[in-house]
T-cell receptor
């Protein structure tokens, strides 16, 4: 079964440092999403890509977060500088653009900011 | 955007059937209903999806009434390993703007 790959699995960083997460979607999935999930809450959409273009980044804190998908395949989410409140699970998901509903999620990156 | 409402938590016992209902009063004509399961420290996992009436797969059934303003996920004969958070999502086949609610935390007891 095809999977969405994410790395690292866990990350501990100090406040004010930079941190980056990587995601490789399922082959053929043109749409890629980054979600943030705070413990005990549902995932919150941060950014959605269609190929290399951003479709929706309305919930992305752009003063410290950035996301790119330069070649329309894998993607990187960056936080600089990290704050204590950024501690969360960062989930990547991918999907077909049209004609088939629903996402496949990766296992996520658990970020702890100390 | 469809506003989604689910119970915060449910308890059940092994071997029982569990029904979790999701309310989505302003669902759009093109929207589908999808349910995900999430275990701690893992990404959500697809369970089942439907548009109307009843859908059944090897793990669950999904019941959707004619007005489509709600849906019920049915898990037959749950086991301890079904303890998880279950999310109901509503979205169209462009996969845009699909947002999660807080989910339903199901606890299965021995």
């Amino acid at each position: 079964e095809a999977e969405v790959a994410q790395s690292p699995r866990y990350k501990i960083t100090e406040k004010s440092q930079a941190v980056a997460f990587w995601c490789d979607p399922i082959s053929g999935h043109a749409t890629l999403y980054w979600y943030r999930q705070i413990l005990g809450q549902g995932p919150e959409l941060l950014v959605q890509f269609q190929d290399e273009s951003v479709v929706d980044d309305s919930q992305l804190p752009k003063d410290r977060f950035s996301a790119e998908r330069l070649k329309g395949v894998d993607s990187t989410l960056k936080i600089q500088p990290a704050e204590l409140g950024d501690s969360a699970m960062y989930l990547c998901a991918s999907s077909y653009t049209t004609g088939r509903v629903g996402y496949t999620f990766g296992s996520g990156t658990r970020l702890t900011v100390v | 955007l469809a506003k989604i409402t689910q119970p915060i938590s449910m308890d059940s016992y092994e071997g029982q059937e569990v029904n979790i209902t999701c309310s989505h009063n302003n669902i759009a004509t093109n929207d589908y209903i999808t349910w995900y399961q999430q275990f701690p420290s893992q990404g959500p996992r697809f369970i089942i999806q439907g548009y109307k009436t009843k859908v059944t797969n090897e793990v669950a059934s999904l019941f959707i009434p004619a007005d489509r303003k709600s849906s019920t996920l049915s898990l037959p004969r749950v086991s301890l390993s079904d303890t998880a958070v279950y999310y109901c999502l509503v979205g169209d086949d462009n996969n845009n703007d699909m947002r999660f609610g807080a989910g339903t935390r199901l606890t299965v007891k021995p």
